[in-house]
Every structure is written in structure tokens, then in C-alpha cells.
């Protein structure tokens, strides 16, 4: 009976799949691609690690072995190792050097697929129910090429003072190439796009409309955070100055606040959402109230809002996940226009459920460990994000989605087609 179904719609040109370029051996490709891919991130950590031993005491201790050595250990972290610093676990992620991970990972396994794209099947049978491995297979053997790095890095950098651990390290790595680079080897050997072509219309916009609440509400919370850095930039100053540090340790505190820069915006994100984040045992940091105890000398707590209670205006911030969902939504459902009410409802309120999802998962991993006592416990209230983001995102894609059906069916030929 599949054979009945339409062939998937094509928006660009065919591309021929059998040429030799198309059909490169694929568990080679897919080894290498895994290692170049780990190497595209270890090499700059390395390298990191070198200059900021030579900036921390211009090399006057120890030898470049030993910066070399930080370096693998900080991409190990950024893997979720974890690190024992002096006997205190810090279980804390860098997700800057995770980001880029991520980006680097995304942009290999999109190479890897075009190369590999040649293999199984052809579009008609897979159509006709064929299975295609080629996607797995492709990401498995990429999985264990990023692996091998892994192990070999681990087993060469870590010390019984650092005990980053392996165990967690691979979690990583599987979740990190099987969901980014899976994904990627599957876009770019045109799968996707085939078994893309049988899911509901509805869903396919949910889905868009999601990722666009999450990258769209991820800059406003960024943006919340730079402005709140910038009024209590005397702050931020007046703890570099109480640290007496060189101009080299100040570059390289600098770097640190860089690299955890994705982990105060996604703070800042479950702030704008209500919950908040602990900044420490017993702490909370809201738009309705704060509650905090002695905090470490670090430029990025600068941002901080004092103890006790806040003013309206910082309640007023709770305006803007509903109005960054409304609006991201409004501007998805335009190139998914529908006329139907309860098809615009399922649209929007799908779009802030994924969302919230989406965006509680990452605040999960914005927080941990970072020092000893209270600063066991730093991080967003999960489980609160998740609800709070279920109800503002969700309300916030219903009006925006409406809004948007009730313009098409105004205008229904002003509506650009769907794609």
C-alpha cells in the first residue's frame, strides 16, 4: 500500500546520489568524521590551556605539559566529567566549549551525510518501506570515532587530584553525537527530508515554532543579563580590584566568565520565567523576591540583584516569555498558515509545550557543582521551570497562533504558501 502514497515533494533540484563522491566508504568517513570532529574542540582547549598557564605567572611554575594538561581536563568538563579542584567535586559544564561542541558536531555530521547519502536505499523504496541503515550505521561509527578521543583524552589527562570521570564523560559523548550529529547525518543525507514528508503538517509547525521560542527567548534572556551587567558594572569592577589580580589572571578570569556565559543566560531565563535559580544551599533568586548568603569574588554574581524584595519592575519581566512565544509563533504561523481554530490551538499550545521541554532540559544542564558547602547546590529550579514554562509558553503560542489564523482568514491570500 505505500507504494500508493505520493513521492515526498521536492523544493530544489535533484541531486544525483549514485555518482562515486556520494558512495565513499562509509565506516571510514564516519571514524574520521567522529575524530575530527572531537579534535575540532580538543586542539583549541589545549591550547587554551597553554596560554593560560603562561598568563597566570607568565610560566614562572611548572612546565607547558601541565597547562596542556588543564586544557584536556576543561574539554573533558565541557563533556560533563566533571573535576575535583583541592578535594571539591565541581560538576559544573562550561557551555560555551559545549555549544561549540554541539556546532562543530552539527557541521561534520551534515558533511558526513552528504558523503555517505549514496548508501541504502533510494528515496521510491524507501517510500516502499525499505529499511535504510545507513543513518545508524553512520552514527554509530561516528559516535565511536568521538569516543575513542574521549577515552584516549581521559586516560592521558586525568590525575587522582582530578578524577574527571569517563563514565559520565561518554553519556555525553553518545547523547551529543547520536541527537546533534544523528540529526545532522540525517539532514544532509536527505532522510530527513524524506521521512519528514509523512508527519502531520501540524506537528512539522510545532516543531518549527518551538525551536524559534527557545532561540528567540534565549536572546531576550541574554539581552536581560547584559543589561543587568551593565548597571552593576561598578560591581564587577570592584570585585577584579579586590582580587589584586595580575593583567594576565584578569584575562584569564575574563575567559572563565566567557565560557560560562551560556549558563548565566540560561539562569537569567528561568529567571524571566518565575522559578528563578539558587545561587547556593538555601538561596533564590526571583523576580519576586531574593534570598542570598556570602557569595565567592566572581565578576559574573556582579549581575546579581540585592537581598529582600524586589521592585515592580522586575515583576514586570514576567511579561516577556508569554510575549516572546506569541510573537514567535505569530511570525512561524504565517508560513504555516491554517484557517481551522482548533488546528491553530493544537499548533500554538504544542509549540510552548516542546518548548518549555526544550528549554528546562538545557536549564538542567546550566547548574551543578561549583565549589565546596553551599556552592554544592547552584543552579534553576528544574522541575518549577518546566511547569512555569508549560503555562506562559503554552499561553503565550495559543495567542500567538490564533492571532495568526484569525489574519488568514481576514487575508487568506496575503498568506505566503506553506512550504
Request: net charge positive; proline share 7%; hydrophobic share 55%.
Amino acid at each position: 500500500m505505500t507504494s500508493l502514497l505520493p513521492a515526498p515533494r521536492r523544493t530544489a533540484p535533484a541531486v544525483d546520489r549514485t555518482d562515486a563522491a556520494h558512495r565513499r566508504p562509509l565506516v571510514a568517513l564516519a571514524a574520521l568524521a567522529g575524530i575530527a570532529a572531537a579534535g575540532a574542540t580538543l586542539l583549541p582547549s589545549l591550547a587554551g590551556g597553554v596560554v593560560g598557564w603562561f598568563l597566570t605567572d607568565a610560566g614562572a611554575h611548572g612546565a607547558p605539559r601541565d597547562g596542556l594538561r588543564v586544557g584536556a581536563v576543561g574539554w573533558l568538563t565541557a563533556h560533563g566529567s566533571g573535576v575535583h579542584i583541592d578535594g571539591t567535586s565541581v560538576t559544573a559544564v562550561p557551555l560555551a566549549l559545549s555549544l561549540l561542541a554541539a556546532v562543530v558536531v552539527w557541521r561534520v555530521g551534515l558533511r558526513l551525510g552528504d558523503s555517505v547519502s549514496g548508501h541504502g536505499p533510494d528515496a521510491d523504496a524507501i517510500a516502499d518501506g525499505v529499511r535504510d541503515w545507513t543513518v545508524a550505521s553512520a552514527t554509530g561509527v561516528f559516535v565511536l570515532g568521538y569516543a575513542a578521543v574521549a577515552v584516549l583524552t581521559h586516560h592521558l589527562a586525568a590525575t587522582p587530584a582530578t578524577s574527571p570521570s569517563l563514565a559520565r564523560t561518554l553519556l555525553w559523548v553518545v547523547v551529543l553525537c547520536v541527537v546533534v550529529g544523528g540529526g545532522a547525518v540525517a539532514v544532509g543525507s536527505g532522510r530527513a527530508a524524506i521521512w519528514s514528508s509523512f508527519l502531520p503538517l501540524s506537528l512539522r509547525a510545532a516543531v518549527v515554532a518551538a525551536r524559534r521560542i527557545v532561540a528567540w527567548y534565549a536572546v531576550a534572556a541574554a539581552v536581560v543579563l547584559g543589561v543587568s551587567l551593565v548597571l552593576s558594572w561598578n560591581d564587577a569592577v570592584n570585585v577584579m580590584a579586590q582580587l589584586h589580580t595580575s593583567p594576565g589572571a584578569a584575562v584569564l578570569l575574563v575567559g572563565v566568565c566567557v565560557l560560562l556565559t551560556p549558563n548565566a543566560t540560561l539562569f537569567s531565563g528561568s529567571y524571566l520565567l518565575g522559578p528563578g535559580f539558587a545561587v547556593g544551599a538555601h538561596t533564590m533568586v526571583t523576580p519576586t523576591a531574593v534570598v542570598l548568603g556570602p557569595l565567592p569574588m566572581f565578576p559574573l554574581l556582579a549581575a546579581l540583584p540585592g537581598t529582600g524584595p524586589t521592585s515592580g519592575l522586575a515583576s514586570a519581566l514576567l511579561a516577556i516569555p508569554p510575549l516572546v512565544a506569541a510573537v514567535a509563533v505569530h511570525h512561524t504561523m504565517r508560513r504555516y498558515p491554517t484557517a481551522r481554530w482548533d488546528d491553530a490551538a493544537l499548533r500554538g499550545v504544542g509549540a510552548g509545550l516542546l518548548a518549555a521541554t526544550g528549554f528546562a532540559v538545557l536549564a538542567a544542564l546550566s547548574g551543578g557543582a561549583v565549589g565546596p558547602g553551599r556552592m554544592a547546590d547552584v543552579g534553576p529550579f528544574v522541575f518549577q521551570v518546566l511547569l512555569h514554562g508549560v503555562a506562559t509558553f503554552g499561553i503565550g503560542g495559543l495567542v500567538g497562533s490564533l492571532l495568526a489564523t484569525a489574519r488568514h482568514r481576514r487575508s487568506p491570500a496575503a498568506s505566503p504558501p506553506t512550504p
